[in-house]
């Protein structure tokens, strides 16, 4: 399969990219705490940087301190910021015709006092639905004066040697606020109509175009729809390019929402791949300059159409590339079948960005994300004899990892199939993602020699037997089975059962547990038009779901008409339903054809104990260890394959 136009040049402005791939500006949380680069930072980018990406563009870089979205975001509202920042380019530029943008921003109203030390700034006193702090409306003055530290910070990234710099009007931060009437309600010239909101980032565009001259060109990233109640629409977002453009905007990149409406701004797989690209297509038809699209982009026969139908000039793979930071080589040699695939999880990317208790981002299918400098896939001098126990995800990133290193490494599965119960999590409604990641870990194994022994169990004289340097336990974990009376009915089913197609279930079922395996189970049964209830004993089901992949999934259950009854702790099965206690009350809720358990899983770690003293190295990985999610199984993985 050939991509003529993915792989061929464009120009924006004065500058000429090698092919069409863009790596969009990504929060990740590898800066410092004091806003300087990281040598972690660095390793990202250098890794990206000889991945074959055509231009890649710096996340977010702060030009006031007020501006700041996150802990540890870059900064370039002062000079002290330079060193660090050339360092970083001159890293990128080392590594073949690949161009680098830094892009400008400022969070206004999209913050915390927490992260700024300040009470938010804004063009008007309106919260943000999200972060929920009242900001302080800027003064005339004031917004004048941010204008200038927009052009200032352009000016600094010239010096530094950036190809080019990126205006953040997109997603709700200040510059969107002042474009957009949902959050903009001055009367002052920048506030009151279309022309007036528009003032603040046409005089940002003519300050930067000032101080830096023609030869730099300036990208503006712009949500195509902004999702919320009197917010841009993609036909006054049409508007809004053309005005950009008439002022000396090389490009526009088009994303969609603000943080309130954010699930439809980073979708999860329950989003149809490609689904913010008519935002791009209808941006393109206002404007003769490049248009980048951006949104679930996740495969190159996508994007290639993408742009062979002229939707769009060139093409951002956002999550794609934290999973493959090779993707466009691995394209240009043909080699599809070895792309890392981005399964939209948001579990490591998103879901770290936003959790404090997280020091940065990473990639659930591809761990080594945010540790390119820590974690090295190197060849072995000391070749060893590895066998691995169990083909969930965690087993077969070892396995592949270890084998590419050198090693000859061996794998056990009892079952027909490869994948765990990470196989069967890929059988609810929108999870079929989870088959790509499987399928890439064996198609990587293949490549580097794994044996795969199918439908074998491994014993302790099997491993005896293999005189194994090393034996990595990757078990798993088997269902939960709580000590209450009743729970033993021979009529119950396990979910991982009925998942699995081995157990059938009734018209009427109860789903006892509404963590993400029991909520998605009844997704699942909803789907199929049986009525479901879940019981949960926690005050909300799902709780384990990453936020945007919970909104749509309680969307789902709506629609299919599940019920859930929270906060309640089952005391006793009946044969059609269960005895439990709420609110300090003894309930009895029946009539149901079906039961199906999901509560929960524990380790199944059966031969650690039996080889001990009998192989050199034996490591325990996943939820042999504790029954977690497959995101510490392939972590874990990872780091023990690239040590033996």
């Given at each position: ?319 794609e590339s934290l999973t ?126 794994v044996e795969y022994k ?11 037997s293999e005189n194994a ?176």
């Amino acid at each position: 399969m050939k991509f003529p136009v993915l792989m061929s040049p464009i120009k924006i402005g004065s500058m000429e990219l090698k092919n069409r791939f863009v790596i969009p500006p990504m929060g990740t949380k590898f800066g410092n705490l004091d806003s300087t680069v990281s040598q972690q930072l660095i390793d990202y980018w250098k890794l990206r940087a000889q991945g074959g990406y055509g231009l890649l563009i710096l996340e977010v870089a702060a030009i006031d301190p007020l501006g700041k979205a996150i802990p540890g975001q870059l900064g370039l509202w002062d000079d002290k910021f330079i060193p660090g920042l050339k360092q970083l380019v001159d890293e990128v530029h080392k590594h073949g015709d690949v161009k680098m943008a830094v892009q400008l921003h400022h969070a206004g109203r999209q913050t915390m006092s927490a992260v700024i030390g300040a009470q938010p700034v804004a063009p008007s006193p309106i919260p943000c639905p999200v972060d929920k702090e009242m900001p302080r409306e800027l003064t005339t003055e004031e917004v004048y004066d941010l204008i200038e530290k927009f052009g200032d910070a352009a000016k600094r990234a010239k010096e530094i040697g950036f190809d080019a710099v990126e205006v953040h009007g997109a997603h709700g931060y200040l510059v969107a606020q002042f474009m957009s009437a949902y959050s903009n309600k001055r009367s002052d010239e920048f506030g009151g109509d279309f022309n007036s909101r528009m003032k603040f980032p046409v005089e940002i565009i003519k300050n930067i175009r000032r101080k830096v001259g023609n030869g730099l060109p300036i990208l503006f990233r712009i949500s195509g729809d902004e999702d919320m109640p009197e917010a841009r629409t993609i036909t006054e977002s049409r508007m809004a390019a053309r005005v950009l453009e008439s002022v000396g905007v090389n490009a526009i990149h088009v994303s969609r929402c603000v943080y309130g409406s954010v699930p439809g701004a980073i979708a999860p797989a329950a989003v149809p791949a490609g689904f913010n690209v008519y935002a791009a297509e209808e941006i393109k038809k206002s404007v003769s300059i490049p248009v980048i699209a951006v949104g679930r982009i996740n495969d190159p026969l996508l994007a290639e159409d993408i742009l062979e139908t002229g939707k769009a000039d060139l093409v951002a793979l956002g999550r794609e590339s934290l999973t493959d930071p090779e993707l466009p080589n691995k394209v240009a040699a043909g080699q599809l079948e070895e792309i890392a695939p981005c399964i939209s999880c948001m579990q490591a990317c998103v879901g770290y960005l936003f959790d404090p208790t997280k020091p940065y981002i990473s990639c659930l299918v591809n761990p080594f994300t945010g540790r390119e400098g820590e974690l090295k896939v190197e060849k072995t001098d000391n070749p060893k004899k590895v066998i691995v126990i169990g083909g969930g995800p965690g087993g077969l990133e070892a396995a592949w990892i270890a084998a590419k290193r050198g090693h000859k490494v061996t794998l056990y599965e009892k079952e027909k199939k490869l994948g765990g119960q990470y196989r069967i999590g890929a059988i609810p409604p929108t999870k079929q993602e989870i088959i790509k990641a499987l399928k890439y870990y064996e198609t990587m194994g293949k490549k580097y020699g794994v044996e795969y022994k199918m439908e074998t169990e491994a014993t302790e004289e099997t491993i005896a037997s293999e005189n194994a340097d090393v034996v990595i336990l990757a078990t798993g974990g088997v269902p939960l089975v709580p000590d209450i009376k009743g729970i033993e009915n021979p009529k119950f089913v396990k979910a991982i059962d009925l998942l699995d197609g081995k157990k059938e279930v009734g018209q009427n079922v109860l789903v006892v547990g509404g963590g993400m395996v029991g909520s998605e189970t009844a997704d699942y049964l909803g789907e199929h038009f049986h009525n479901v209830t879940i019981i949960e004993m926690l005050p909300e089901i799902a709780m384990d779901e990453q936020d945007d992949v919970k909104y749509y999934l309680l969307e789902r259950l709506k629609k299919w008409g599940v019920k859930a009854i929270t906060n309640a702790t089952v005391k006793e099965f009946l044969d059609d339903g269960v005895v439990y206690e709420k609110d300090g009350k003894d309930e009895k809720i029946t009539g149901f054809d079906s039961i199906v358990l999901a509560m929960g899983a524990k380790a199944y770690n059966p031969l650690e104990e039996k080889i001990k003293g009998k192989v050199p190295e034996i490591y325990v990985i996943g939820d042999a260890v504790k029954a977690r999610k497959a995101l510490e199984a392939i972590e874990e993985a990872a780091r023990i394959a690239v040590k033996i």
